[in-house]
């Protein structure tokens, strides 16, 4: 199944640090939202066995372009969608999103992965923008559109411009990255 390839070539990704170099960019390749959501849980699945095979001392160097990576995920639709892909075996199917999650918890990265979201200029702009909306009523998404394209972060309310609807973007992915981060390293 396509399910056993993925889990063939992250086994072969992960039998030597020394592969670190290679291995790393070509699995965040596959983090793409375009290439849909299987790939990108395989492609998480794989940077987070790397982690573990290889620990944090290999993992260190990697973990600025894991994090960029994983932000682009993270703003992307596809990145809460639920994978399909074994019928006969949906125990394993999660979200790309679920399967990054783990990285903020991880022994290899837990730490210093959360810190670098956490001081990501885009997560800082999207608390700026909520500090800002929390004490202004003007130009509020109202949230009241139904669930699907149209609501908050659909950016389909018909209320303010462009810019608010880049806003909302901003704020729903440092959301999923603030609750990623707070759900798996309570500390920070």
Do not use: Y
């Not at 640090?17 to 998480?44: C, I, R, Y």
Request: aromatic share 4%; glycine share 8%; proline share 4%.
């Amino acid at each position: 199944t396509r399910r056993q390839l993925a889990e063939a070539v992250e086994r072969a990704m992960c039998a030597s640090p020394t592969f670190a170099p290679w291995a790393v960019p070509h699995a965040l390749e596959s983090l793409n939202p375009e290439l849909g959501v299987q790939k990108m849980a395989d492609a998480a699945r794989a940077v987070r066995a790397m982690g573990r095979a290889w620990g944090a001392d290999v993992m260190r160097e990697h973990l600025d372009v894991i994090w960029r990576a994983m932000r682009a995920a993270l703003a992307h639709p596809n990145a809460t969608k639920n994978e399909n892909d074994d019928i006969d075996d949906t125990r394993h199917a999660t979200t790309p999103m679920a399967v990054m999650t783990t990285m903020f918890a991880s022994e290899w990265g837990g730490e210093a992965l959360a810190r670098r979201a956490l001081e990501d200029a885009c997560v800082r702009d999207a608390e700026s923008t909520l500090m800002t909306a929390a004490t202004t009523k003007t130009n509020a998404c109202d949230a009241s559109g139904d669930a699907m394209d149209t609501g908050c972060c659909g950016g389909g309310c018909g209320k303010g411009t462009s810019d608010d609807a880049r806003g909302r973007l901003v704020i729903a992915t440092a959301g999923r990255v603030l609750g990623a981060v707070a759900a798996a390293s309570p500390a920070l």
